[in-house]
């Protein structure tokens, strides 16, 4: 059983028990955590408590100079973390080493723009006054994270975090526990003081006794809409700081005047990257009629023509889903489609945790596979008459967090952009897409409380002091 890192030290959890962690690729029990119980909750949380103080004292230069260390450590261990990260999620070796390159470039994001955090002197309107903001954290720090980017969702909170003085509770999600081990570890050999980041391993309950803690103040969490809703009520009792980033069912719109093939190629990476496990996937197209006959064809080619198969192997597209109750969602919103009169055109087949990439056409907004978040590899296509009818369709949901168009007109591409009702808009690109620089976060219930993302993390994780001095006329 692997233990808790606690106040700087690896500790035995209180309890026993342990959550062990299957290997999608494989299927076998590949380690085991323990499930924190509320006595290390709450030990895990008095030493966030305890390193406030030293924390804040540092100058964000040293703090910045610490997520060096921690990225020097990234760049030493990224085979071994990579190959991790594939066999406890599942996902192909090339898009784990996206995510590990992504967190060893984007720490540095972070680091450059902590330093830069300005506060603003502000004109006083009485004379012999002094008047200015500064940005302070909020106090410790929950970082929940789900299993589909291990490393690199949980890494963007926790390094904004670090670097704006917040202290740091991080509890990984239950299905993959072990790349969280590297961040300790990262964190173990850097110079950020004792109890600055603490690693505490379970599932919701043990979140679920971490975001009561009364000494949270600060929860950044990355989930499921449900229990991001969740969270919020807990924490709004005693009014602590939530960064929530849920769920989602985006759209990628195609016009008839849109390049068929780059829309085509665009909308199945969309939907099958990390095996659709994504929150940003194309959960939707919405397709106008004139091209919707040649963009079904082009996606049901592109789409057989992803090779599934062992994440390890080069070459692979898509491998396994992380976790049969994943799989069972899949399987069930396609069935029920189909049964309500969609056409599947392609795949739908199961072979243990693989999901054959499928398409559906003929989707309407009836159907749970049009509003309820899918999260595997499908391509369900909803087919309108025009443009309109596309936006009003797109924008029909409880969700909100990325969107595209395919279009070779620049009004639409603007109107679009304006009227798309997404945390993320993007034009002739999938909506299946960040970069480092911009900020990501959804509309609706997709997310609120902030952005991810450089500075726009950094200013969701502190709050603005105004501070006045009169040091004249008394
Ligand atoms: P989940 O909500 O089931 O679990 C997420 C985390 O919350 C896990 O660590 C889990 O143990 C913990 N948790 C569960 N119940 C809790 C409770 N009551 N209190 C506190 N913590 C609790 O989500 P998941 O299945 O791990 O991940 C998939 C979901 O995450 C999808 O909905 C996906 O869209 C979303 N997601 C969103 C983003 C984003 O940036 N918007 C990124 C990745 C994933």
Same mark, same amino acid.
Request: proline share 3%; aromatic share 6%.
């Given at each position: 059983m692997r233990q808790l890192y606690i106040g700087g030290e690896w500790l035995d959890a209180e309890s026993s028990e342990g959550i062990e962690v299957d290997s999608p690729v494989t299927g076998e029990v590949i380690d085991t955590v323990p499930s924190a119980s509320s006595q290390d909750v709450r030990k895990a949380v008095e030493a966030a408590r305890r390193a406030q103080r030293e924390l804040e004292e540092m100058t964000a230069f040293e703090r910045a100079a610490v997520l060096d260390e921690v990225t020097e450590y990234f760049e030493e261990h990224e085979d071994e973390i990579a190959e991790l990260i594939t066999r406890e999620e599942g996902k192909p070796l090339h898009e784990s080493y996206e995510e590990t390159e992504y967190v060893i470039e984007s720490s540095d994001d972070y680091a450059h723009d902590a330093i830069r955090l300005f506060g603003d002197v502000v004109p006083s309107e009485f004379r012999g006054r002094f008047a200015y903001t500064q940005r302070e954290p909020y106090g410790p720090c929950a970082v929940i994270s789900p299993w589909n980017f291990p490393l690199e969702v949980p890494g963007g909170s926790i390094y904004s975090a670090i670097a704006t003085a917040n202290p740091v509770v991080f509890k990984p999600a239950e299905e993959t526990p072990l790349t969280a081990y590297h961040i300790a570890k990262a964190f173990e050999q850097s110079s950020l003081p004792d109890g600055a980041f603490n690693l505490i391993t379970g599932a919701g309950e043990t979140g679920a006794e971490l975001v009561g803690h009364r000494d949270i103040r600060l929860i950044a969490f990355t989930g499921s809409t449900e229990v991001g809703q969740q969270i919020a009520k807990t924490a709004a009792e005693r009014n602590a700081q939530c960064l929530l980033e849920m769920g989602g069912k985006d759209p990628i719109l195609v016009?008839?005047?849109?390049?068929?093939?780059?829309?085509?190629?665009? =909308?199945?990476?969309?939907?099958?990257?990390?095996?659709?496990?994504?929150?940003?996937?194309? /959960?939707?197209?919405?397709?106008?009629?004139? =091209?919707?006959?040649?963009?079904?064809?082009?996606?049901?080619?592109? &789409?057989?023509?992803?090779?599934?198969?062992?994440?390890? /192997?080069?070459?692979?597209?898509?491998?396994?889903?992380?976790?049969?109750?994943?799989?069972?969602?899949?399987?069930?919103?396609?069935?029920?489609?189909?049964?309500?009169?969609?056409?599947?055109?392609?795949?739908?087949?199961?072979?243990?945790?693989?999901?054959?990439?499928?398409?559906?056409?003929?989707?309407?907004?009836?159907?749970? =596979?049009?509003?309820?978040?899918?999260?595997?590899?499908? &391509?369900?296509?909803?087919?309108?008459?025009?443009?309109?009818?596309?936006?009003?369709?797109?924008?029909?949901?409880?969700?909100?967090?990325?969107?595209? =168009?395919?279009?070779?007109?620049?009004?639409?591409?603007?109107?679009?952009?304006?009227?798309?009702?997404?945390?993320?808009?993007?034009?002739?690109?999938?909506?299946?897409?960040?970069?480092?620089?911009?900020?990501?976060?959804g509309y609706g219930e997709s997310g609120s409380g902030g952005r991810y993302g450089s500075k726009w993390h950094l200013e969701a994780m502190t709050q603005t002091k105004a501070v006045m001095m009169n040091y004249k006329n008394y």
């Open positions: 016009l008839d005047d849109a390049d068929v093939d780059h829309a085509a190629e665009s =909308i199945v990476m969309g939907s099958n990257w990390n095996a659709g496990q994504v929150c940003c996937g194309t /959960e939707r197209v919405i397709t106008t009629e004139g =091209i919707h006959d040649d963009l079904v064809d082009a996606v049901v080619e592109k &789409t057989e023509a992803l090779t599934l198969g062992d994440p390890f /192997e080069e070459g692979t597209d898509v491998g396994p889903m992380v976790s049969e109750r994943i799989q069972r969602k899949v399987k069930d919103h396609v069935d029920n489609a189909v049964e309500q009169g969609a056409q599947l055109l392609t795949g739908g087949g199961t072979d243990g945790l693989f999901y054959d990439p499928a398409v559906l056409d003929d989707v309407t907004e009836q159907m749970d =596979i049009a509003t309820e978040e899918t999260f595997g590899t499908v &391509t369900p296509v909803v087919r309108v008459d025009d443009y309109e009818a596309a936006i009003e369709i797109a924008n029909r949901s409880r969700y909100g967090l990325q969107a595209a =168009i395919f279009t070779d007109s620049l009004e639409r591409a603007h109107d679009a952009a304006n009227r798309l009702k997404a945390g993320g808009v993007f034009v002739n690109e999938t909506n299946n897409y960040w970069e480092r620089l911009l900020p990501f976060g």
